[in-house]
């Protein structure tokens, strides 16, 4: 135990408490017996999860779709009610609702990024691929409209959540570059491209993959993104 804190907001008392543990984070097992596990945080689908099995082929993604459509709606919900609450002179309603609602996100985000980790628990000897999420947070200019719904999404604080998570579950945690993870086709690697936000298009004719769901493409090449990755580094 180290530090807390008692602060009382619109009536209601907040007490925040700082703990810290020692936990032996790094695995034994050579770099082959890992497994890989690609992690993405996106909006249609608010998490996803892949890994190679025992065969070197990509399991079927675990997703989180219902729950990014639940904080969809909560974010909506509070553009547009604090919005027309703050043009009516209703500041002080605006913040408390804000913080309601916001709460209710975070309350999500704490019960998948949980299930994220309980689920990598269940992989021998895994390791949490995550993104630099610096990148999407600079790069992204999708206009006004998306570029609010994305960059407030909250990529950083899941991403947070479930770094410390898995820390305190001694799960090693690495992070890859999201570049063309999008766009490079899972099957063949081809460059790929994408006719529609939510849509991947393998441009290989011999590729069998054809179209596909692009947030489950992003998510599969990490594994094999993070070895080309390592092997490279180890060159240097």
Known sequence: MRESRLFERDGTWYLHVTATRNVEVGSEVSAEERTLIGVDIGEASLVMVCHRDNDGFPTAPELWADEGKIVRRLHEIYFTATRRLQTRGSKRI??????DLWNQIDDVFHRVTREVVEYTESVENPVLDLE?????????????????????????????????????????????????????????????????????????????????????????????????????????
């Open 94 to 99: 605006a913040e408390s609702f804000g913080d």
């Open 132 to 236: 630099d999420l610096t990148y999407i947070r600079e790069s992204m200019d999708y206009g006004e409209y998306m570029n609010r719904r994305l960059h407030g999404w909250g990529f950083a604080k899941l991403r947070a959540q479930i770094r410390y998570k898995a820390v305190e579950k001694a799960i090693p945690v690495e992070t890859v570059s999201p570049r063309n993870t999008s766009k490079e086709c899972h099957a063949c690697s081809e460059v790929g491209y994408r006719p529609k936000q939510a849509t991947f298009n393998c441009t290989n004719d011999a590729c069998w993959m054809g179209e596909y769901q692009a947030d489950g493409e992003r998510r599969r090449p990490l594994p094999q993104r993070r070895e080309l990755f390592q092997r490279t580094r180890d060159r240097r």
